[in-house]
């Protein structure tokens, strides 16, 4: 259950941000704190080193792609798990991605969003941002078993 406050202030993120400038900032910031991520992304090409993360258009791509498929979720945010079933499946069944790993991204995007809003990213305004991230994450948990 979403507090107005909760809603107001996840959908006022997504409608200030860049989804290309964001998403590209924090899925290669992942794959760099991260190093471990990268083994899901050989087909990716050169990501030898944050430089070459940082300056691979297909990881530009694919963050522009997470947070496409979060706006999504920001636009039903009372049926998230359904909206996420199909893609839990798809990380669960042919990706196999380790689950633990979606909230490694997440915090990856908690850290740019934060620098993007500076001072409106109040302690209130992460408590609502952080259990939007737990919502999404246990939806795409979904279907793991
Ligand atoms: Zn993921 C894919 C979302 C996280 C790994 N993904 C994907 C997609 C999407 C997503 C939408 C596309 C699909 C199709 O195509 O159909 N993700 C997502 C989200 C999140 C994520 C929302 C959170 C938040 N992922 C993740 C992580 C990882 C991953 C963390 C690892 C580490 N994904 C992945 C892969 C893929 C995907 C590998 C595939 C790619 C390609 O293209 O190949």
New binding site residues.
């Given amino acids: 259950v979403w507090t107005d406050f909760e809603r107001t202030t996840i959908q006022d993120i997504f409608s200030k941000i860049d989804y290309a400038v964001v998403g590209q900032a924090a899925f290669s910031r ?1 794959l760099i704190v991260y190093p471990w ?1 990268q083994r ?2 050989g ?1 990716f090409g050169n990501l030898y080193n944050a430089a070459a993360i940082t300056s691979n258009p297909r990881v530009a791509s ?1 963050g522009k ?2 947070m ?3 706006e999504k979720a920001v636009k039903d945010m009372n049926n998230i798990k359904a909206t ?1 079933a199909e ?1 839990s499946a ?2 669960s069944e042919k ?1 196999q ?2 689950p633990d ?2 909230m ?3 915090h990856c ?1 908690t850290i740019v969003v934060a620098s993007q809003l500076g001072k409106a990213f109040t302690p209130e305004v992460h408590a609502a941002f952080q259990k939007f ?1 737990a919502v ?2 246990s939806s ?1 948990r979904k279907q793991y078993y």
């Fill in positions: 992942c991520t899901y992304f087909g694919h792609v997470i496409e498929a979060l996420y893609l798809l990380h990706l991605v380790d790993n979606f490694l991204l997440g995007l991230l999404v994450v795409l």
